[in-house]
């Protein structure tokens, strides 16, 4: 799902560094308020492991092998702020240092990867898991959920960005200016491969690694739900 | 000390599937995977310290031009143009001492390689309608095929014009971050980000990642050499598979503890040493007459791209 260079016309990768810009920097600030000194150590960390995530590879059946991008894992272990920030700077290094994703696409990538992926997945993974023990199945239940379905929004509107080109850059002299198939084509073709088989890989190490964090360390879970409460506290009192 | 030929060949071992060439199973993958991450980023430094002319030019003025060299190349419709940006990194790319041969596989390998599967399709008339170049296969009646429609198969120019420019821009905008990255250290990239007003907070989260990584991948590669030191066959079996994967998912589970905790243990750590959230790094770089040299060469480049693009 990382777009290189050369795929998005400016039109549409002009426009998501103006969205994701404002973004960033309300994350940033958010983070600065919440956890103080200790957001640098934690995004700092949080961004090397989802890069290191995707270096796990994930045995399916047939011998063949997939890997998550665990965008909704983080969200639910660090929270969805902190995953965006953290999925973007594991992003920026990738395009930079590894030539994985484009420089002009970097806020396209981090917005489907880093804002949209995150935020599905774990308020679904809330919704499914309200009020439920730490120990209680929907937990993992809800995570696969969010993994599965975060995965599958963010790769739709992937598609989505590409097949937009022939439409903002139609062909001149019948030569195709950037990514060059219709939105028919695009969207379905992203989806199905999500669909059937990447979506399920995020969904199942999602919900196995949560499932693992509630039988080792359950406090990890929890810390989530502490930010939340803050954050509720703080309403209140205001 | 030389190492007799009898230690450096390799046999293979027929009591099992370790080492042994053939389908890799997802340890070995990740294995392999892991050590072309560590031997690129080595390589990078490598060339990173060699004297050649882009080593020489200021980090800040070098990521500032190829930036804008992306930007430009994005723009661009003329595939000749973009070519002829990709000639001159090829040449940059030799008067900074970095092998061509070496240069030309690491950006072609994987991203353009890629864009050239993507883009296959699009050179046929059924992506791309157009006057035909090479026609394939002649149909009496009109098929009709998903959204398309056709009465013969043949590669248009057109379509093949299409995805010159297509590949080639994708090509030149991957050579130009690769040059970027070969000749600069990462510190000093990432030290450069701040002239570019990103903010202070992000630059020191990025410098300290990018540290980090190296340390969760040493842990990650480690945990799948044990794994695999201590396997003779992998279960094929659904139930095997189950189980490989319930490893997979507990060693995520165990990095995602580990970072947590060193995450808290690095605060501590940094706060006993005085941070208090605002950092003060030393910037020691200094712009000489090459930088002003290369900089007045990249901005006429940008602009004899733009007018020969928009205005000729």
Not at chain 1, 189 to 209: C, K, N, P, S, W
């Amino acid at each position: 799902m990382h777009i290189p260079d050369g795929y998005l016309g400016p039109i549409t990768w002009i426009a998501l560094w103006l969205v994701m810009i404002p973004i960033w920097i309300f994350a940033a600030r958010k983070l600065k308020k919440d956890l103080k000194t200790k957001n640098v150590p934690l995004l700092a960390m949080g961004a090397a492991f989802s890069f290191v995530i995707m270096m796990f590879n994930f045995p399916v059946l047939g011998g063949t092998t997939g890997h998550a991008v665990g965008g909704t894992l983080i969200a639910i272990v660090l929270g969805p702020w902190a995953a965006l920030v953290a999925v973007s700077v594991a992003l920026v290094i990738q395009a930079l240092f590894f030539g994985d994703g484009g420089i002009t696409a970097i806020a396209t990538n981090c917005f489907n990867m880093g804002v949209v992926l995150p935020f599905v997945g774990y308020y679904i993974y809330r919704l499914v898991s309200a009020k439920a023990d730490v120990s209680s199945s929907r937990h993992w239940i809800g995570a696969g959920i969010g993994g599965y379905v975060g995965i599958n929004v963010a790769a739709v509107l992937a598609g989505f960005e590409l097949g937009v080109q022939t439409i903002l850059y139609p062909p001149v002299d019948g030569k195709f200016q950037y990514f060059m198939y219709p939105l028919s084509v695009s969207v379905p073709a992203m989806a199905f491969g999500h669909l059937l088989i990447f979506g399920f890989v995020e969904a199942i190490v999602t919900l196995l690694v949560v499932r693992y964090l509630q039988q080792t360390d359950p406090s990890l879970l929890r810390a989530s739900d502490k930010a939340i409460q803050i954050e509720k506290a703080k309403k209140v009192s205001a | 000390m030389e190492i007799p030929d009898w230690l450096s060949q390799t046999s293979t071992c027929p009591c099992c599937n370790i080492g042994v060439g053939g389908k890799k199973n997802f340890v070995e993958k990740t294995l392999v995977e892991i050590a072309g991450m560590m031997e690129r980023s080595i390589f990078s430094e490598k060339y990173a310290n060699s004297k050649g002319f882009l080593q020489s030019i200021d980090p800040r003025v070098k990521l500032i031009t190829i930036l804008l060299l992306i930007v430009t190349t994005s723009f661009i419709s003329k595939a000749e143009i973009i070519l002829g940006i990709y000639a001159l990194t090829l040449l940059f790319a030799y008067l900074s001492k970095v092998e061509l041969i070496f240069f030309i596989k690491r950006v072609w390998l994987f991203i353009p390689v890629f864009a050239g599967i993507v883009a296959f399709p699009a050179i046929f008339n059924i992506v791309t309608p157009g006057e035909p170049l090479v026609t394939l296969l002649r149909f009496n009646e009109t098929i009709h095929f998903w959204t398309f429609q056709f009465t013969e198969i043949s590669i248009t120019k057109e379509g093949a014009l299409g995805a010159l420019l297509f590949i080639s821009r994708v090509a030149t905008s991957v050579s130009l971050i690769v040059l970027l990255t070969l000749t600069t250290k990462w510190v000093d990239v990432l030290k450069s980000l701040r002239t570019l007003r990103v903010p202070q907070i992000f630059v020191l989260v990025l410098s300290m990642t990018y540290q980090y990584i190296f340390l969760l991948v040493r842990v990650v590669q480690e945990m799948h050499l044990a794994k695999k030191s201590r396997t003779i066959k992998t279960d094929m079996t659904r139930k095997g598979i189950k189980k490989e994967q319930n490893w997979v998912a507990s060693r995520i589970g165990t990095v995602l503890m580990k970072s947590y905790k060193m995450s808290d243990e690095i605060h501590s750590a940094m706060v006993s040493r005085g941070f208090r959230g605002e950092i003060k790094s030393i910037e020691n770089f200094k712009i000489r007459n090459v930088d002003r040299i290369w900089t007045g060469f990249s901005l006429s480049l940008i602009f004899a791209a733009v007018w020969l693009n928009y205005i000729v």
